[in-house]
């Protein structure tokens, strides 16, 4: 009797775990993307983002060290932290520059897109699911919310216009990132991943901030300091452990739901905490996106459900 019970309050207590993962993982998706340009407030941008990785490096080495006494440096380890230094390097760069010219919800919406992307370039490259069908038709939706995104640009200036190109090449290298994760046969702790991303990454970062930054900044706001280390603890770690635990415990389909949350509620918060405007241009195309994921996601589900009612 005892050894029920015990196993259903362990049972209770996986679902509150999953339930706070969760839930963390929306709300530091939704809120990262303003504390990117809290993060560049009075400083370079290359200052908020390579400050940003060193706090993350540092945290996740030590934690690795603690729990596992040692990183895995094999042959298939290193092109695993290559992998991943991709998207730290090549998709955080683009963002934080980007960022200085759109509005942090936008980052968000157009961040977005990166199941629909990364879903095409896994079926083009390791052969993963079918891209047809429905799949096709949200990634049409997804470009023409886009495209609707980049007319509005005509209104506000060309540096508007560069700002979502950086995002968007940004998504192009995270997906990247994800699906040459995935063809190295190698399986790693989500922890030890992340630390060997970052070590791998940070002399790129460092290399980068000597050659175009004008040097470091004489003083540093205390919002830019608080938001550069929340990103550092809290988005760069916490918020990759936490995902990585519910990809392993939850269907991927309802992971995936976070993707159609957080563009909406970082566009709020965007608007209530950093006076962020949003144009009739900016809301129909971000309608198009969430179209697009969620067709992506689960058209094809509809689609058949729908054909047996008729």
């Not at 995935?182 to 050659?211: T, W």
């Not at 900016?282 to 094809?300: D, E, I, K, R």
Request: with cysteine; glycine share 10%.
């Amino acid at each position: 009797m005892s050894e029920t019970v015990t196993r259903q309050v362990a049972a209770q207590g996986n679902k509150w775990l999953l339930f706070l993962a969760y839930l963390a993982v929306v709300l530091i998706w939704s809120t990262t993307p303003i504390a990117i340009k809290w993060s560049s407030d009075g400083v370079s941008f290359l200052f908020g983002v390579a400050l940003r990785m060193f706090i993350g490096m540092c945290l996740a080495s030590v934690l690795v060290l603690l729990l596992y006494r040692k990183i895995i440096f094999n042959r298939n380890a290193s092109k695993v932290y290559m992998a991943a230094a991709l998207a730290l390097y090549g998709g955080m760069m683009p963002v934080y520059w980007g960022a200085q010219y759109i509005p942090s919800g936008l980052v968000s919406v157009i961040f977005g897109i990166t199941p629909i992307v990364t879903g095409y370039l896994a079926w083009r490259y390791i052969h993963e699911s079918s891209f047809h069908g429905m799949k096709i038709l949200g990634a049409v939706a997804g470009i023409v919310g886009l495209a609707v995104i980049f007319i509005d640009s005509r209104g506000v200036g060309e540096h508007y216009f560069y700002g979502v190109a950086a995002v968007l090449l940004a998504v192009l290298l995270h997906s990247s990132s994800a699906v040459w994760v995935k063809s190295i046969p190698c399986e790693l702790p989500p922890l030890m991943l992340v630390a060997g991303g970052l070590l791998y990454s940070m002399p790129l970062f460092m290399v980068s901030y000597l050659l175009l930054s004008p040097g470091l900044p004489e003083a540093v706001p205390v919002r830019t300091l608080i938001s550069i280390t929340y990103l550092g603890v809290v988005g760069s770690v916490l918020g990759f452990v936490c995902y990585y635990y519910l990809l392993r415990h939850l269907q991927t389909s309802t992971v995936a739901l976070i993707t159609l949350i957080t563009p909406v509620t970082a566009l709020w918060i965007g608007y209530f905490f950093n006076n962020e405007s949003m144009s009739l241009h900016m809301y129909v195309g971000t309608c198009f996106v969430l179209l697009g994921l969620g067709l992506h996601q689960w058209g094809a589900t509809l689609y058949r459900l729908l054909c047996r009612k008729l």
